[in-house]
């Protein structure tokens, strides 16, 4: 059985940083992304990390911030947040058992998603 469980996000100053967590039970080796969606938004993509964590992608509002990373031993998938702006705020979602790395923006890629947990930048 697939559960995908975030943590880590909480209240942050503008300029702080957060470290998310993605807990993977059930997946192994698969394409994990991190999505947003901010208050009145769409969810957006971004980051992903391919099955070996070689191959990472991020979007242009956050690339040289964020860092996803996963660990396999734990079945973790982490995403640190530095250099955080109001901007970030949202609640952001793990998604699993990603198809395609080259289609990792694209929510359809996934098959599997976490409940979420809300990040609050403070300006």
């Known amino acids: 059985q697939v559960q995908l469980v975030e943590s880590g996000g909480g209240p942050v100053q503008a300029g702080g940083s957060l470290r998310l967590s993605c807990a993977c039970a059930?997946?192994?080796?698969?394409?994990i992304g991190w999505f947003r969606r901010a208050p009145g938004q769409e969810r957006e993509f971004v980051a992903s990390?391919?099955?070996?964590?070689?191959?990472?992608y991020y979007s242009d509002s956050v690339k040289g911030r964020f860092t996803i990373s996963r660990d396999d031993a734990e079945n973790t998938v982490s995403l640190q947040m530095n250099s955080l702006k109001p901007d970030d705020t949202g609640v952001y979602y793990c998604a699993g058992d990603g198809h395609y790395l080259d289609h990792s923006v694209y929510i359809g890629n996934y098959d599997f998603w976490g409940q979420g947990t809300q990040v609050t930048v403070a300006s």
């Open positions: 059930g997946l192994r080796d698969d394409i």
């Open positions: 990390i391919s099955t070996n964590g070689r191959a990472t």
